[in-house]
Each structure stands twice: as structure tokens, then as C-alpha cells.
């Protein structure tokens, strides 16, 4: 399927900010739900944003008003943009594609190879 390569992950201190992008390949980006997600060391992978096709967003509760997803059909790219980071945030982050917002969830079928992030206190 489609094939997903994340970046920007990085060294932040606590409070401050990162912007995590992730290019797709092939031609059916535009018609996919894009997702992010995290998984902390030692614990399991969990949801923190998606956006449809269509452009519309949702994100785990907790992380609301502090991250925000957006994609640029254009250049096949989906961005997750960090602010305020915690030393919580700290995990890898990982970018997935579905078929519908509504399966956007830990079986989505194509992910990207994760990008770390770590927040020091």
C-alpha cells in the first residue's frame, strides 16, 4: 500500500515546540484518512490525531489544543504540528493511512517507520 517516511522528530526541552511531517507515496494520498500516532517506551502504541480526506480533525482528548494536524494534498504530506511539549510526549511517533477517519485506529494498514521524540524536563 501506500508508503509513509516520517521526520522532524527531535531534542525539545519541556514547553517548547516540534513539527513532525510525513510524505506519502503513490497517487491516492489525496483520498486517504492520515492519522498519527505514539507509543512511549515500555507502553502501547495510542492515537493521538487524525484528519479526513476532506480536511476534518480529531485528537485525543488530552492532547487538545496542543497538537494540530494538517495535510497539503499538494506535496502528499501530513504535518503534526507539537506545542507545549510535555516530558510525557516523549515516544516515537508514528504516521498512518486509512481508507476513513472512522479506521483510524491502532489496525490501520499502512504506517510509516516512526520518528522519535524526546522532551527533557
Known amino acids: 500500500q501506500v508508503q509513509l517516511v516520517e521526520a522532524g522528530g527531535g531534542l525539545v526541552q519541556a514547553g517548547g515546540s516540534l513539527r513532525l511531517s510525513c510524505a506519502a507515496s503513490?497517487?491516492?494520498?489525496?483520498?486517504?484518512?492520515m492519522g498519527w500516532f505514539r507509543q512511549p517506551r515500555g507502553k502501547a502504541r495510542e492515537f493521538v490525531a487524525a484528519?479526513?480526506?476532506?480536511?476534518?480533525?480529531r485528537y485525543a482528548d488530552s492532547l487538545k489544543g496542543r497538537f494540530t494536524i494538517s495535510r497539503d494534498n499538494a506535496k502528499n504530506t501530513v504535518y503534526l504540528q507539537m506545542n507545549s511539549l510535555k516530558p510525557e510526549d516523549t515516544a516515537v511517533y508514528y504516521c498512518?493511512?486509512?481508507?476513513?477517519?472512522?479506521?483510524?485506529?491502532?489496525?490501520?494498514?499502512?504506517w510509516g517507520q516512526g520518528t522519535q521524540v524526546t522532551v527533557s524536563s
Open positions: 498512518a493511512a486509512a481508507p476513513h477517519i472512522a479506521l483510524m485506529t491502532i489496525s490501520a494498514g499502512s
Open positions: 503513490g497517487r491516492t494520498f489525496s483520498s486517504n484518512a
Open positions: 484528519i479526513s480526506s476532506g480536511g476534518r480533525t
